[in-house]
């Protein structure tokens, strides 16, 4: 196996996982999260189809037959990462640390899938 795979592999393993725990409290603790949305300033009805869409786009990066479809999966990934890192930030919460490491996670996966 070369080195690329294994990078491809466990960034897009670790990055699986954040998101997997992200839709885990989308689903299970749905009204904490929607409290977060509305501090946020968005709506809290976002929260159960934005979860839906993570699950749809990891399963598009690991499965998808079509380069394309993964193409646009890491986009919608970049762009909610990108958006929760300035929602954290300008409402300092803190929290803005796990935005930054999934997107280090999310970009170092795509660099390693066009190497594979």
């Known amino acids: 196996m070369n080195k690329f795979k294994i990078v491809f592999y466990v960034a897009t393993g ?3 996982a954040l998101m997997l725990f992200s ?3 989308y689903f ?6 929607k409290q977060g949305f509305t501090s946020f300033g968005y709506p ?3 929260v159960i189809p934005l979860g839906v869409a ?3 786009g990891l399963a598009a990066i690991w ?3 079509k380069q394309f479809l993964k193409e646009w999966a890491y986009a919608g990934f970049f762009f909610n990462v990108v958006l929760a890192f300035f929602a954290h930030t300008m409402i300092g919460d803190g ?3 796990g935005a930054v490491i999934a997107l280090v996670l ?3 996966s795509y660099w390693s899938s066009t190497k594979v």
């Open 54 to 56: 993570k699950l749809l």
């Open 23 to 25: 839709v885990g409290n």
């Open 28 to 33: 299970f603790q749905t009204e904490v999260i």
């Open 63 to 65: 499965f998808a037959p």
């Open 95 to 97: 929290q803005s640390m």
């Open 14 to 16: 670790l990055f699986t």
């Open 44 to 46: 809290s009805y976002l």
């Open 106 to 108: 999310l970009l170092t």
